[in-house]
């Protein structure tokens, strides 16, 4: 599935990617190819991204999620990848 993450600031460019873990205003939320149509708030937290066999993790703060079965946006305050 497709991933986009735009802040005020940056957009980050469209990747394929396996799943996402986002931090959602209910809790912790994996999002995998085939997801049924949602769109959430973001809490501050982590947002995981796993594709090709590798885990990318970043800090995230408020936002909001529009996801659809092949694609994932994701609107954000701020974005820092965590090493």
Not at 38 to 47: A, M, Y
Request: hydrophobic share 35%; aromatic share 4%; proline share 5%.
């Amino acid at each position: 599935m497709q991933l986009e993450i735009s802040t005020p600031s940056e957009n980050i460019p469209s990747q394929e990617v396996d799943s996402v873990t986002l931090p959602a205003y209910w809790g912790e939320t994996q999002v995998l190819p085939g997801h049924a149509q949602l769109i959430t708030n973001l809490v501050e937290g982590n947002l995981q991204i796993q594709s090709k066999g590798q885990t990318h993790q970043y800090s995230i703060s408020s936002g909001i999620a529009d996801i659809s079965q092949e694609k994932v946006l994701v609107l954000c305050e701020g974005l820092a990848e965590l090493k």
